[in-house]
Structures are given as C-alpha cells and as structure tokens.
C-alpha cells in the first residue's frame, strides 16, 4: 500500500473516502469537520444531534455524499474525549476507520492529521502514528487462505500547509518502516509450526541481513556443546528438529566497540515436553517465539532507521517436544556459565534456553541487555492480556524501556524483584532448579535468569499475555501482534541519542 502526504483541503480531494474526525461530547464540529459539515448542508451536525454520530473512541459514522463532495464518503473517526487523548489513540482510531473503510470497497482514502498539536502531539509524531496505525489495523495473515477483502491501495495524509511537508514524510517514513517491522514479526509468528521451525527461523534472519545489511551468524548442535550450552542443548533434545542460535547485528557506531543485546525467545512449537502441556489450546503454542520474531524484526527496522549504535539480536531457536530422548523432570543441565540447573518441569523450558543465550550475550561483551519472551502464564494471570510485565536488575535501564514501551504505544507494568524470592529457585542437588513454588511464577522466572546476566544490566520483558490477540481493537487484530519489535526500536533510537 501506498501513502503519500500532500497539500491541500481535503474537501476537494478526488478519492473513495475522506476522513475527518470529532471529540465526544463535541456538538458543534470545527476546523476541516466543519467544511464539510458545511459542504453537506450541515449533514454532520444533524448527525450529532440524533445522536448518530458521538465521537467515540473508535465509532467511524460514514456518510455518504451524494455527490456534494469530490469524495463519495465522508468518515468521521470519534477521537474519544479529549483529556484522554494520546498518540495512541491516533493509532487506534486510524486502525478502525481503516478497516471501516476497506469493508466498504474504499481503494483511496484521504485523511486529515489527527491530534497534531494536542496535549503536545508534534505534526510528525502524529502522522507517524496515522501510518503505524493504518498499516498495523489494515494487517491480515493470507499465505493459506485468500482475505475477504480487497485492500486499500492508497492513504492521502492531507496537510493545508505546504511548509509541514517535509516533516510529515519524516513521519511517514519511520511510520512505515516500523509498522512493516511489527508486520513481519507477526507474520512470522502466524505461521504454523510446522513451517516457521528453528531452520526456517535461521533462513528468515538470514534473508533480513541480506536486505538490510547486517550481519548474521548461527551456531549449530555442534558449535552449542562445543562451548557447553547444556540448557539449549536439553530443551531441544526431544525434538528432530536441529536448535540453533541465530545472532544479528547492526553497527551504526563504527567508533565504539560496544553493543547492546536484545535476546528473543525461539520456541517454534511449545508442548510442554515430558510435563506435556493439556490438548487444549496447544496450537496456539506456536506463538512461544514471539520474542525471537521481535527481536528479529526490530533488527530490521533499526537497520533501515540508522542509528548511531551497535546493536546485537540473539534467538535461541528450538522446539520442545516429548520423546524417547526428551529432557526429564528430575535431570540436571549445566548451562554455559557453568551454573548447574535441576529441571523441575520441561514446560519451564523457555528460562533454559534463554540462559545460555543470556550467557552468550554476557560473554560477547554486549551491554545492557533486553530479553523479551512468552515466559509464564502467571505474568498473564497478573496482568492479563494488556500489559507485558518487565524486570530489570538496572532501574535506569527500566525506566528507559518503560519510557520507549509508552512511546511505542505498548503497555509495560513494572514487575518486583524480591530477593526473597530467590528462595524458591534453590535446590537440593544443583545450583539452581527451573521453578519455583506455586504463587510468584513470573517473579520466579525473571530471578532465574538474573542468575546468568552476571552484573550486566538487563530487562527482561515477559508477553506471555500480550503476543497474541483472541479479538480486534484499535491497530490490534486476531492473532499475532508483534509486541516489543516497537519498543526494542523506540529503545535502540533513544540510546543512540
């Protein structure tokens, strides 16, 4: 799809649909609402006053022109109320009128800016978030199964003054690029198990690093207990799909030597292993490498954003299955640190894996480091299917990734890190063991793999809750939602400055 800024009145642009926008609570529209209320004969006001049309955060009314405007629909997006307003919202509300809009065979819609100026939306900020929104909203996964739609072919972003040009194609510019980046993670994610597996996982970082010139690297079965990583090895043992440990990794700062580390979560299909998950809704367990995807993605925007700084993505990629020479309740791994660890449940197999890839991390000098996963049903029992938990070791370092998350339009809740808690990760017979007690799940994961970050500062960001969507909402759609590739990137931009 193509999006384009241009100047001019929107009431004069030639296209399927023209979008304009009201707060809730407002009676009287103002600005380009008002010319074409006006150009309607006051059609919108009456609207208003039926009730028809109240501003609602997500209500799209459509009216239809009859030929008194260029434009044969006029949509008025309801911005909700204005106190509440964010740069979210204007994502969420370019999602719906959208797919409102594709759902009445509109292939060219022009819309005006929405929230540039209020409560301190900068004009480029707020075109960037129409495109995100737009792109995101409009997303559908169709390799096996054609859409029902025909898809909008062109976005007008109209602008009345010309000299505001040049910043909205900013807006534009990284708005697609980070959309096209969540896109691609979703996509991946999307993919059944049986085609997106740690090869094909390999393949994809592969493609990216030609496209966007990065470098890639994987380590094999072999390369992984050559330098003992007995966690990784472990989980994948019960699978014949070989593990491997894909690495990307863009330098933007040819001056520095040093890089930070976002590590992905690669679980291509979860079953549990021995401690076999129940049938019940195990296919959505393909989802169990979301980070991977993430972390994947965000090296492909960075990459085209160009930064001033070196970044580093690491995903360790397995499956974790039952089988005769699957990992057991009761054995003990030694991960690379040299930490032994007692497996106390195989389906606590995501924190294994990310030690040894947390380890790597460590050992290659990478600094701070951001790990994001599907790491515990309990962080979706606490904060539900909205918010991604995050731990940290580094509150600086937290409240940068809080304040990129809030950037990104993705909710983060900070989680504690009790020491106390450590308590429950002891064992009888090795360093550490893979679970703790009952109460505290996600807490207990984010400790363990404190225990393999040595003193390198480090987030640990857990969406087990929030990777996928059971419904549509705002730029959110059914099934994948490509949480953290946005907040990785805000992050990456943010450090380079």
């Not at 020491?419 to 009952?438: H, L, M, R």
Request: hydrophobic letters at 40%.
């Amino acid at each position: 799809m193509e999006v384009k800024v241009i100047a001019g009145d929107v009431t004069q642009i030639e296209a399927d649909a023209i979008v304009v926008n009201l707060f809730e609570g407002v009676g009287q529209p103002g600005g380009a609402t008002a010319a074409v209320d006006k150009a309607l004969d006051g059609g919108v006001t009456r609207l208003i006053s039926n009730g028809e049309i109240k501003g609602k955060f997500g209500e799209v009314g459509i009216i239809h022109t009859l030929g008194k405007l260029p434009a044969g629909i006029v949509a008025v997006a309801g911005l909700g109320k204005r106190q509440d307003f964010t740069l979210d919202k204007i994502r969420g509300v370019a999602g719906e009128f959208c797919r409102s809009l594709r759902k009445l065979n509109c292939h060219r819609i022009a819309t005006i800016l929405h929230g540039a100026g209020i409560g301190g939306i900068a004009t480029e900020a707020s075109v960037e978030a129409i495109v995100e929104g737009s792109l995101l909203g409009l997303y559908s996964f169709t390799r096996y199964k054609k859409s029902e739609y025909e898809d909008i072919r062109e976005i007008l972003i109209v602008e009345r003054e010309e000299s505001k040009l040049p910043a909205l194609e900013r807006g534009v510019h990284k708005g697609k690029i980070m959309a096209e980046a969540t896109a691609l993670a979703r996509d991946m994610v999307n993919e059944p198990a049986n085609c997106m597996t740690p090869s094909r996982m390999s393949e994809v970082a592969k493609e990216i690093a030609n496209e966007h010139n990065l470098v890639f690297n994987v380590l094999d079965s072999n390369d992984m207990e050559a330098i003992g990583m007995g966690a990784l090895l472990g989980v994948a043992k019960g699978s014949s799909q070989a593990p491997k440990l894909i690495t990307l990794s863009y330098k933007g700062d040819v001056s520095s030597k040093n890089a930070i580390g976002f590590i992905g979560k690669g679980v291509t299909f979860d079953s549990g292993g021995i401690s076999i998950k129940p049938s019940e809704g195990m296919g959505e367990m393909k989802d169990d490498m979301a980070g991977g995807a993430a972390v994947m993605a965000a090296l492909s925007a960075i990459a085209q954003l160009k930064p001033k700084i070196n970044v580093a993505g690491i995903i360790p990629a397995t499956e974790n299955l039952p089988s005769g020479s699957a990992l057991k309740p009761g054995d003990v791994l030694k991960a690379m640190s040299g930490k032994t660890i007692e497996v106390i449940s195989t389906d606590a197999e995501g924190r294994l894996i990310l030690a040894d890839a947390l380890s790597y991390a460590v050992k290659q000098g990478f600094s701070p480091l951001v790990d994001v996963a599907t790491l515990t049903g309990a962080c979706r029992v606490a904060l539900g299917t909205g918010y991604s938990g995050v731990f940290g070791n580094d509150q600086e370092l937290v409240d940068k990734v809080l304040k990129a998350g809030s950037e990104a339009g993705e909710k983060l809740w900070q989680m504690p890190m009790p020491e106390e808690y450590k308590e429950q990760n002891k064992s009888e017979i090795a360093d550490i063991k893979n679970t703790g007690d009952k109460y505290g799940g996600a807490i207990t994961a984010a400790l363990f793999l404190g225990e393999f970050v040595d003193n390198t500062p480090w987030v640990h960001l857990d969406i087990a809750g929030t990777a996928s969507s059971s419904k549509e909402s705002g730029y959110v759609v059914k099934g994948a939602t490509g949480v953290g590739v946005r907040t990785l990137v805000e992050l990456a931009l943010s450090l380079a400055k």
